[in-house]
């Protein structure tokens, strides 16, 4: 979040200062990053008890900013290292949950974005660490212009459509509001 608010604000201002604490924490990003075969993502090194995993587990929440990081990284630099290493990020983030990745595919049509992931996690269907993660997926994906990304895009769009009355509370009453309620 933060070097997201380094490159807007570096946007804003073209102030050479944010650039380089942009660059600071994408570097940082880079290095604290747990690379494997599968692929890159950032471990939590606490025990969530909520969702019974131990310590080192991980989140497409965490790796959808990242890679959204990453892809304004790219645009400012043009180095390809940065979209190498969101490729990497990617990579993992997009497997299925059960295979040691942070998604769950329902069907062919859908699929969910997993805010907590890990070794023997279950799907839980987060909403809001799953549009977190779309949003910044899908910069990332827009930026490269990836078929495989923007299906996967597509995909996490319909699981929110698809499931948006689980999450609805039901309440069907408004209220206009009109000069008496000021």
Same mark, same amino acid.
Not at 59 to 81: I, N, P, Y
Not at 159 to 182: M, Q
């Given at each position: 979040a933060y070097a997201n608010a380094l490159y807007r604000d570096f946007l804003e201002t073209s102030d050479v200062r944010l650039l380089e604490a942009f660059f600071t924490q994408v570097e940082y990003l880079i290095a604290s990053a747990v690379n494997e075969d599968s692929g890159a993502y950032w471990q939590f090194p606490f025990e969530n008890e909520h969702y019974?995993?131990?310590?080192?587990?991980?989140?497409?929440?965490?790796?959808?900013?990242?890679?959204?990081?990453?892809?304004?990284?790219?645009?400012?630099? @043009?180095?390809?290292?940065?979209? /190498?290493?969101?490729?990497?990020?990617?990579?993992k983030l997009e497997k299925p949950l059960a295979a040691g990745g942070m998604v769950t595919y329902v069907g062919s049509e859908a699929a969910w974005l997993e805010e907590v992931a890990g070794?023997?996690?279950?799907?839980?269907?987060?909403?809001?660490?799953?549009?977190f993660a779309l949003a910044s997926l899908r910069d990332y994906a827009h930026y490269i212009g990836g078929e495989e990304e923007l299906h996967l895009v597509s995909m996490a769009v319909a699981?929110?459509? @698809?499931?948006?009355?689980?999450? /609805?509370?039901?309440?069907?009453?408004?209220?206009?509001?009109?000069?008496?309620?000021?």
């Open positions: 019974r995993l131990s310590s080192g587990w991980y989140s497409a929440m965490t790796s959808g900013r990242a890679l959204g990081v990453l892809a304004r990284a790219h645009f400012l630099s @043009g180095d390809k290292r940065y979209i /190498d290493f969101a490729e990497k990020v990617y990579r070794i023997g996690a279950e799907s839980n269907k987060v909403l809001n660490g799953h549009i699981a929110v459509k @698809g499931a948006l009355k689980e999450f /609805d509370a039901g309440d069907r009453k408004s209220t206009r509001l009109n000069s008496s309620h000021l």
